[in-house]
């Protein structure tokens, strides 16, 4: 079964400071990588995903996350964070093709002004 | 388009009462997805369809809750005999299907049992 980590729950950092956040996922077959980002009371927001390819994608507002098959990683960073990046982020991985989501237990990202 | 909409946003009911929640995906994606968050457990998987047909109900509690996607435009998540413990925020997600793996999420369903 595949399983994600995200070991950090909580990061905090000031606007404009760079952020990376941890994904750690355990399966041993290829795996389908998404960031998801939820804000206060809504839903989770698909940031972006990896399925092959160069490992370094990007997604929306300026993240971008890098895969590393040989540290079965897929950690999340921007460069230039805003107040508006304060939100919990997701890391999952999919086994295929219309597959359910695992999660991972999410980090919390607080920007200080 | 107006994403994945789900109804009620917020529901509140009483202990052994009933619960239905709706769920309509992006029209013209064959995958539909539940998922409950909870502080405590996270995000679960629940159960899913394709093509209206119930294809994984992994995550589904054995007793009270059962899903149904009677057409291609709803489904439905129901729990009877609601329990305190069955309080959540429920997320159903859709997906295009062929050659797609990520997920479109609704807004969720915050359920709270009294």
């Known amino acids: 079964a595949q399983s994600v980590t995200q070991p950090d729950a909580r990061v905090t950092v000031s606007e404009g400071a760079s952020l990376q956040l941890r994904c750690k996922y355990s399966?041993?077959?290829?795996?389908?990588l998404f960031w998801y980002v939820q804000y206060p009371r809504q839903g989770l927001q698909l940031l972006l995903k990896y399925y092959s390819g160069d490992p370094v994608v990007q997604g929306v507002n300026g993240f971008e996350a890098e895969f590393s098959k040989s540290n079965s990683s897929f950690h999340l960073r921007k460069a230039s964070v805003h107040w508006s990046d304060s939100a919990v982020y997701f890391c999952a991985v999919s086994t295929g093709f219309a597959s359910a989501l695992t999660f991972g237990s999410g980090t919390k990202v607080i920007v200080l002004p | 388009n107006a994403g994945v909409i789900q109804t009620p946003r917020h529901k509140v009911t009483g202990k052994g009462q009933e619960a239905t929640l709706w769920c309509e995906p992006i029209s013209g994606h064959s995958a539909v997805f539940w998922y409950r968050q909870t502080i405590v457990q996270g995000l679960e998987f629940l159960t899913y369809f394709r093509n209206q047909a119930p294809i994984d109900d992994s995550g589904m509690p054995k007793e009270r809750f059962s899903a149904q996607m009677p057409n291609q435009s709803h489904s439905t998540l129901k729990i009877q005999s609601t329990q305190p413990q069955d309080s959540a925020v429920y997320l159903c997600?859709?997906?295009?299907?062929?050659?797609?793996?990520?997920?479109?999420f609704g807004p969720g369903t915050r359920l709270t049992v009294l």
């Open positions: 997600a859709s997906s295009i299907g062929t050659g797609s793996y990520e997920q479109y």
């Open positions: 399966y041993s077959a290829t795996p389908y």
